[in-house]
């Protein structure tokens, strides 16, 4: 069991340009979430998959985000003409699911900074 | 909807005093309700988490904490904080349903000081 990783870990951009973070959850884990920290505040949620499909979206991820979880296994999260307010922590958990749902824990993987200039 | 709130945004205490952490949450649903750490630069780290059951819940790291359904909270101890304790805390709560994402509160900065 390695961990959920994520790359890069640190992303500088400029205001417009579009970046991509990837996602690699704990093998054998179906749920894969997505989550944004702000400097100062808790992670909030922003997307959750269940294998390959995407179930529930915040309305914190506008047009300009958008997640993908091919095949089931990594995932990647997309922002377009990022936005100086995108500056924040991305960070992504995976699970798995338990009978009942009760034991479905969440581990989190390192984060990627995102600095929009 | 579901909120967390954690009272303090920064706790201090001395190497070997007692820790306590606040979290009031509220549900409409019997909640699961979380604890996780973070140390600067890093994801979240786990520490315990409540679901049913026994209502003292023991983690990682000599933390524990005691859900109160009556109070509606998930205070978060330690009976002696070690300069390795200081971190960012974070309290989270999920509804018992099948809605799995997590709703975290703002968060405790905890400094240990010598």
Redesign the interface.
């Known amino acids: 069991d390695t961990g959920?990783s994520?790359n890069p870990r640190h992303k500088i951009t400029k205001r417009g340009q579009n970046v991509t973070f990837r996602c690699d959850p704990i093998s054998e884990h179906n749920?894969l979430?997505w989550?944004r920290q702000t400097l100062?505040?808790?992670?909030?949620?922003l997307t959750?998959f269940q294998n390959e499909a995407q179930l529930?979206k915040?309305r914190l991820l506008s047009d300009r985000f958008s997640a993908e979880r091919p095949k089931g296994s990594f995932s990647t999260l997309e922002i377009q003409r990022t936005e100086q307010g995108d500056s924040a922590m991305y960070?992504c958990?995976s699970?798995r699911r338990t009978s009942g749902?009760?034991?479905?824990?969440?581990?989190?993987?390192?984060?990627t900074?995102l600095t929009v200039l | 909807a579901q909120s967390v709130t954690q009272l303090g945004s920064h706790v201090s205490v001395s190497e070997g005093a007692l820790v306590l952490l606040r979290c009031n949450y509220s549900s409409s649903v019997p909640p699961y309700l979380f604890w996780y750490v973070q140390y600067p630069n890093q994801g979240l780290q786990l520490l315990l988490k409540y679901t049913t059951g026994a209502t003292l819940v023991k983690g990682i790291n000599g933390f524990e904490a005691e859900f109160k359904k009556s109070e509606t909270s998930f205070h978060l101890t330690k009976p002696s904080a070690h300069m390795s304790d200081a971190a960012e805390y974070f309290c989270a709560v999920r509804d018992g349903g099948s809605n799995y994402k997590l709703t975290f509160g703002k968060g405790t900065l905890l400094t240990v000081n010598p």
């Open positions: 959920v994520q749920r979430y989550y100062g505040q808790g992670p909030e949620f959750y529930e915040s960070l958990a699970s749902g009760a034991g479905d824990t969440q581990y989190f993987g390192p984060g900074r």
